[in-house]
């Protein structure tokens, strides 16, 4: 009786992933701050909601890399005697919700409104195109500031008007892409099958342009995160007692003279995350491509 062979297994997906990201050591490093900034979102208002609101006038634009008021004032205390630390953990969590918000909507209309105009008659895309149009033929921060002006400035709102405006992004590219992979062999040949609209939609047109997709969506997420903090900054977004990083910015303004931490440290953050969400896309623009993933493989294996 032959003896059964077992094959031996490669290594997981999640362990080739880490491989690649491993190869590049920038990408790694934005990956590693990423997830920081990730948790800091997801347990830094449980964990220091109370100690971010507490005044403490004693501690008045208290300087930074002092532990004389203990480890949360190492980045010194803001004009009310909070301290900075503790805001900038805290305030993560309205930052990137309002940010992956505003995005995920983005993405998910766009790209739903792309494979539509892609794929459907010639009358259909038009139209859909000239909604594009005419939401691109607005600044979208002008649109943005014109309809926060209108409502009350609030997270939902935020996510609302910075969503509309990044619509566009994504129909335009996804129906540009609907457009070259429909013409392929493999569309042809379910569509001789018998394959519904749907399922060709959905299950060989999706697929294809989802990591063209996904790698604008990190560097979209960059901008919103970035057009977030210039509508803070300008007084029109988030409101205390709310909090975020470009609130915080807005807020120590006046004290650049005097106390420059107040708005040197969440302006700081801002750009340590968008760097490295910028550093991501460019590995993800590699990671997802099948003709050019096997340099990280290959240099995943080499520092094994």
Known sequence: MAQSQTTPRGPGKMRRVLA?????KFAFAAALFLL????FALFGPALLGEAAAKQNLRARNA???TLERGFLYLLGGDALGRPLL????????NTLVIAAGAVAGSMIIGSTLGLIAGYAGKTIGEVIMRLADVIMS????????IVLYMLEPSIGNLVLVLAITRIPIYLRTTRAEVLEVRERMFVQAAQVMGASNRRIIFRHILPVILPTLLTIATLDFAFVMLAESALSFLGIGIQPPEITWGLMVSQGRQYLTTAWWLAFWPGLVIILTTMSLNLISGWMRVALNPTQRWRLELGGKRND
């Open 20 to 24: 690649m990201l491993w190869a590049d």
């Open 36 to 39: 920081l900034m990730l948790l």
């Open 63 to 65: 300087e930074p890399f």
């Open 86 to 93: 503790a805001r900038i953990v805290v305030a993560a969590q």
């Open 138 to 145: 607005f600044p979208s921060l002008l649109l943005a500031v």
